[in-house]
């Protein structure tokens, strides 16, 4: 009887550590910054503007580029993509209550991002320090998109198929999301 005891203490013990440790290491790696509906609709909508993509979640998809484990929103430096690693990465800048939401997709144009952040250290008024930081960040966002194309020589491709009709970018995206998940193709993307 006393063994059964010990024996029921050290399984409860177990138990007990193990859920203590698990909860300590619950770590969400796809956890993303929690942006305000109001500032999460202009992304969507300019995702949508930039990309030709519409209602891919792009204003929900957004990460501190400055801290990617800093997940409250505030001033600072983001990116913001479409759902699927397929969609190319945006960046914006929110600063008092202002957002400069770049126009130029780092993986195709680092020089129109470079100009705009020009534009963007002008119209947001930020300090020498903040735009030295920023700048940092910048060069590395472009420095991860180099050479990612997210699928756009497909889509350059196809597009003669579609014959340039309306929103085929969309219907090639979806085309190429089925794909994917019948297990025909397979993504190489960064973050």
Known sequence: MKKCKYLFLIILLFIFVSSA?????KHNSFRMVDVPDSISFKLESAYNIITGCDSVNAGKNVWNLINRKDFVFKNGLFSFKGQ????????????DGRTFIF??????????????????????????????????????????????????????????????????????????SQLYTNGFIKYKTAL
């Open 84 to 95: 699927g690693p397929h969609f190319p990465r945006c960046i914006f800048i929110f600063k």
């Open 21 to 25: 440790a698990a909860v300590s290491h």
């Open 103 to 176: 126009k130029s997709v780092g993986a195709f144009d680092f020089e129109g991002v470079l100009q705009e952040y020009l534009k963007c250290v002008k119209l947001l008024n930020l300090s020498r320090k903040e735009s030295l930081k920023y700048l940092k960040h910048i060069v590395d966002y472009l420095e991860e998109e180099s050479g990612l194309t997210y699928g756009r020589e497909i889509t350059e491709l196809l597009a003669e198929h579609f014959e340039h009709e309306e929103n085929y970018e969309y219907r090639i995206t979806t085309y190429i």
